[in-house]
C-alpha cells in the first residue's frame, strides 16, 4: 500500500513524498477556506433526498479565471460560463448536482441564466458575479422553480467548511472532495467532483480553486492553464469527455501579495493531488493507476503514450486483477502509430519493479509481480530511449462497478 | 431482434437485407471451401486439451496477399510474415493459438521459421511459402518442440469443412467463424479469430479468404486493402491493437478468371459480414453495435466520429444496461474536438427510432428506446448536417464478462 485514499487526501509531507511525481507541498490535515470565503449545500429537490444544491460566496469581489469542457455540445451553464468569465470578476458559484442542462436548447441557456439570477439576487450582487454549473443526466430540462425556491434564504446557511460546497455537487462520487494549502500567509483551497465521463479537455467535470492572494484575472488565467495541463487534462477515468467540464479559481486578495513561482507550485501540486482523488474515486475503481513515460521524442508524444496506456482496458483490467499480464504495457504503447517507438529500447516498471527490457518480457516470479498490482496506486512506468520527454496520465483500475453504473445511470 | 448470432453466420438473403449497411449478398449456408484447399487442426499441447494448432493448404500455388498490425510491437510472426508474403505466392498458412509469440525477440523469430519449416517438411514445399500466425498471451516463448512434433503427419487429417481450421485458432471466442460465398463459378472462404484486443489497424486478428478464383498477387493486395478499409479496420472491440493482427488472401486460381467488379463487392461483403461476427462475439459481448454516421464533411472524419461513438464506455454500457441515456450519444460525438460538428444540425436514431433533433434531446417514451436497445443488434445512427461523407463501425457493449475474462487472462 502507498498511501490509500484518506492519505491522498490528507496528504501530509511524508506521503506527497512517496507520491513521487508531484512537487512535494503539505496539504492541511482538514481542508479549509482561505479569508473571506464561505458555502453552504441544500436538498432542493432534484434528487430525492441527498445534496443537490451549492453556492459558493467571497465576501468581497474576487479576480476570476476557468477553462471549460473542449466538447462541441457544450452545457448551457458553460454556454453562460464562457460570457460571464470575460468579466474577470466573480462573487460565487452556484452549482447543482443531478440534471446537467446540457442539450437543452434555449431553454436550457434561460434556465441557467435565471439559477444565475436567483444566486445573485439572494446575495445582493449583479448575475453577471455569478458562475453556474450543473452536473448529472444529459438531455433533461433543469426544474429551474426547484433551484429558484431551494436557493432562497441560503445566505443563512453559509459556513467555513468546504466539504459542506462539495457535497452538494456529487454525483456518483463516493465521497466529497476537499483540499487546501499554504501559500506564504495566502491559502489555496480545492473543491471538486467528478467520478466518471471523465477525460477532461481543459478542465475537469467540476472543480473549484479558492484563494485569497490578490492576483489578477490574467495572470491567475495563465496559471490556471499552466497547472491543469499537468493535472486535470492528464486525467482520464474512461475517455469519455463531459458536456460540462469546468475549473474556475477565484482570488479575493484578502491576504495580499504572494510569490508568484510559488503559488503556481502550490497551484498545481494541488490539482495534481485533486486530479490523484478524482482518478482513485473513477467509477468502480479500486486502484488509482499512474502511467509515467519517460524519453519520449517531445511532450505531444509522452503525453499521446501515457494516455495510451493509461486508457487500455486490457492494462486496466490487469490490474484490476492483479494479473501479471505485462505484454499488455507493449502492446498500449505499440499501438501509439504516430509516435516514435524503439521496441529495443524499451523499458517498463510496475511499481518499480522491472518487467520488460529491450522490448522483451524480463523472466520474473510472477508472484512479485502479482503483489505489486495490488497495490492501491499502481505506478506504471515506460522508458522511450527515443528522447527527454516525460509525461505522468492519473486514472483507474476497470471494473465491474464501472459497467453496473452506467448500464443503468439514467434510469436509476 | 433483427437477426441473431445464427442468422449472422448463415446470412441468407433476407437477413443481408435486414444488415442494411452492408452490399446484398448470398452466403452459403453452411461454409465451404474453394476448389483446391483443404485443412486439418489439432491439440499439440499447448491447451490443455482443446485444439491449437491449425494447417491451412493449397492443393496448387495460390497467389496471395496480406496486411499485418501497425503496432510497433509486432509478433515475431509478422516480421517474419512481411518477408513471406514478398513473393506473393502460399501454398499453405500455420497457425497456433495460446501463445502469440510476441515480445519474445531473436529467439521468437527464430522459433517462427521453426515452425514455417516444420509445416514445409510435412506438405513437402518450401518454407517461404507457408505463412506462420501465432495468436495468444504476450511475452512467452513458443514451446516450438511441441509444434513441430505436432505438425508431423497432419497432411493426413487435411479435410474440407473451414470450420475444423477455425477451431484450431481460437483463443476467447465462443466459436469458430467461417462464411463462404459464389462469384460466378468460383467461391470465396473467409476463415477468422479475434474477440478481444480488438481495434484493428490494416487488418483484424487472424482473418484468412481462400478463393479459387485466378486473381495475381498485385490485384488481391488492392483488393484487400479495398475491403478491409470498409471492414476490419471499422471493427473495435476494446480499442486495443493487437501485436499480431494478421488479414491474408490466398486465390489458387482453380476456378479461372472473375469478373473484378463482382469479386470486389463479393469480398467486401463478406469482410463486413465476418467483421460483424467478431464484432458480436467481442469479448463479454451481448450486443452487435453499429454506428453509422452520415453528413459529415469527409471520409476521415465520419470514420472518427463512428469510431468514437463505438467506444464510449458509456455508450458500450448504456446499450448493455439498455438505459436510455441517449444525451451520450452526443457527448461522445461531441469530443471529437477536431471534427466538423454542428450542434443545431445534428440529429440521432437508435435502431431507426430518433432520439435526438436538432442537438437536442427529444421528448420520447423511455419504454420504446429500451425496447430498441434489447436488440441483439442496435444500429445507431447519426447525421451531422456538415456535409456528405459516411461511415459504419462496428463493435458490441462493455459488460461485466469483458472485466473478467481479462482481469485473469494470462493467469488461467
Not at 441560503?154 to 466539504?163: K, S
Not at 520474473?364 to 502479482?370: L, Y
Request: aromatic share 4%; glycine share 10%.
Amino acid at each position: 500500500m502507498r498511501g490509500g485514499i484518506a492519505a491522498l487526501i490528507q496528504g501530509d509531507a511524508a506521503n506527497a513524498a512517496m507520491l513521487m511525481f508531484i512537487p512535494m507541498t503539505s496539504f492541511h490535515t482538514t481542508p479549509r477556506f482561505p479569508r473571506g470565503f464561505r458555502c453552504a449545500s441544500r436538498n432542493v429537490g432534484l434528487k430525492p433526498a441527498a445534496k443537490d444544491l451549492t453556492l459558493f460566496v467571497s465576501d468581497v469581489e474576487a479576480s476570476a479565471a476557468a477553462v471549460f469542457t473542449r466538447n462541441h455540445f457544450p452545457g448551457a451553464p458553460i454556454i453562460l460560463g464562457r460570457e460571464t468569465i470575460r468579466g474577470g470578476k466573480l462573487k460565487a458559484i452556484v452549482a447543482n448536482s443531478k440534471v446537467s442542462n446540457v442539450a437543452t436548447g434555449a431553454r436550457g441557456v434561460e434556465n441557467a441564466r435565471r439559477m444565475a439570477a436567483a444566486a445573485a439576487k439572494e446575495l445582493g450582487t449583479d448575475p453577471d458575479r455569478v458562475l453556474v454549473s450543473s452536473t448529472g443526466v444529459i438531455g433533461v430540462q433543469l426544474p429551474v422553480e426547484k433551484v429558484e425556491a431551494g436557493i432562497r434564504g441560503m445566505t443563512a446557511d453559509l459556513q467555513h467548511d468546504p466539504l459542506v460546497g462539495a457535497e452538494g455537487i456529487m454525483t456518483t462520487d463516493t465521497h466529497p472532495k476537499a483540499l487546501s494549502a499554504s501559500v506564504g500567509d495566502a491559502t489555496i483551497t480545492w473543491v471538486a467532483k467528478g467520478s466518471g465521463m471523465i477525460e477532461p479537455n481543459m478542465a475537469t467535470m467540476l472543480s473549484y480553486i479558492f484563494t485569497d492572494a490578490a492576483l489578477d484575472a490574467a495572470t491567475l488565467d495563465r496559471m490556471l492553464r499552466t497547472a491543469v495541463a499537468r493535472s486535470f487534462n492528464m486525467l482520464s477515468v474512461d475517455t469519455d469527455t463531459s458536456t460540462s467540464d469546468t475549473c474556475a479559481i477565484l482570488a479575493n486578495g484578502l491576504a495580499g501579495g504572494v510569490g508568484e513561482a510559488e503559488f503556481q507550485r502550490v497551484l498545481t501540486a494541488g490539482c495534481v493531488r485533486m486530479t490523484e482523488i478524482l482518478g482513485r474515486d473513477g467509477e468502480g475503481a479500486e486502484h488509482l493507476l499512474r502511467v509515467t513515460v519517460r524519453g519520449a521524442k517531445d511532450d505531444h508524444e509522452a503525453r499521446v503514450i501515457a494516455k495510451s496506456v493509461l486508457n487500455s482496458p486490457l492494462v486496466k483490467t490487469m490490474v484490476h486483477g492483479a494479473d501479471p499480464n505485462v505484454g499488455r504495457l507493449l502492446m498500449a504503447v505499440g499501438k501509439c502509430f504516430e509516435c516514435s517507438i524503439r521496441p529495443a529500447s524499451t523499458d517498463a516498471w510496475i511499481n518499480g519493479f522491472q518487467v520488460v527490457q529491450g522490448g522483451e518480457r524480463l523472466t520474473f516470479d510472477d508472484a512479485v509481480v502479482r503483489t505489486a498490482l495490488m497495490a492501491e496506486v499502481v505506478d506504471l512506468e515506460i522508458a522511450l530511449g527515443v528522447g527527454a520527454a516525460e509525461a505522468t496520465a492519473y486514472g483507474c483500475d476497470l471494473t465491474k462497478g464501472y459497467v453496473d453504473e452506467n448500464a443503468s445511470y439514467y434510469s436509476s
